[in-house]
C-alpha cells in the first residue's frame, strides 16, 4: 500500500483519537514539533531509518527524547510508526492530519508570500479577506520572497491568489504578446 494512503489513514485514526480527548490542535502542535526536531536532526532520522536498528533501541531513544512531551496520541502514533517500519511518513502524516483537522474544525491555513515582513495588522486583515472568501477561518503564515516586487501571493490549499506585481506583469506580458 503506497506510503501517501497509509499516512492519510493514520492521519484520520489520530484525529479520531484526538477529537474524542478534545485535544485536536494539541496533537497538531505537538505532531510538528516532533517531525521539525527529527527532521532537524540529520543523526536521529539516520538512526530511525537504519534497517539494522531494532524497534526496542529506537522506541527507547524516542522514550528519552519525547516521552512526557508529548500526548499520549501522539506518542502512541510514534510507536506504531516505528513498529510497522514507517517512520518516512511522519512529515506527510503532519500534511495530512492537519487538513483532516482544519476541515472539521473550519479552518484553512494561508501562506502569504509578500516583498516584504507583514504586519500583525496586515496579516489579520488578510485573513479575515481570505475568511470571507472561504468561508473558514484562515491561519496566516508569512514567508518573504523579494523577487516579487510588492503586493502579496495567498496560497490556501491548492489554490493561489496572485496579487503581487511580478504575477501582474507577467499576466501583461502574456496578454501583449
Do not use: C
Not at 38 to 65: C, M, S
Not at 154 to 175: E, N, W
Amino acid at each position: 500500500m503506497s506510503d501517501i494512503v497509509v499516512a492519510k489513514r493514520y492521519a484520520k485514526a489520530l484525529f479520531e483519537v484526538a477529537k474524542e480527548k478534545n485535544i485536536i490542535s494539541q496533537v497538531e502542535d505537538e505532531l510538528k514539533s516532533v517531525a521539525s526536531a527529527i527532521r532537524d536532526n540529520a543523526d536521529l532520522q539516520k538512526f530511525l531509518n537504519h534497517p539494522n536498528i531494532g524497534n526496542t533501541v529506537k522506541t527507547d531513544l524516542l522514550k528519552q527524547i519525547f516521552e512526557g512531551n508529548v500526548s499520549e496520541p501522539v506518542w502512541n502514533t510514534l510507536l506504531v510508526l516505528i513498529d510497522k517500519g514507517r517512520q518516512s511518513i511522519l512529515d506527510t502524516l503532519v500534511l495530512d492530519y492537519a487538513k483532516v483537522a482544519n476541515e472539521a474544525l473550519g479552518q484553512a491555513s494561508a501562506i502569504v508570500t509578500s516583498a516584504f515582513e507583514l504586519s500583525d495588522a496586515q496579516q489579520a486583515e488578510i485573513a479575515s479577506h481570505f475568511s470571507k472568501v472561504t468561508g473558514k477561518t484562515i491561519r496566516v503564515s508569512s514567508v518573504v520572497e523579494p523577487k516579487l516586487l510588492g503586493g502579496v501571493q495567498v496560497r490556501i490549499g491548492d489554490r493561489l491568489y496572485d496579487g503581487s506585481l511580478a504575477g501582474k506583469l507577467g499576466r501583461l506580458a502574456k496578454a501583449l504578446v
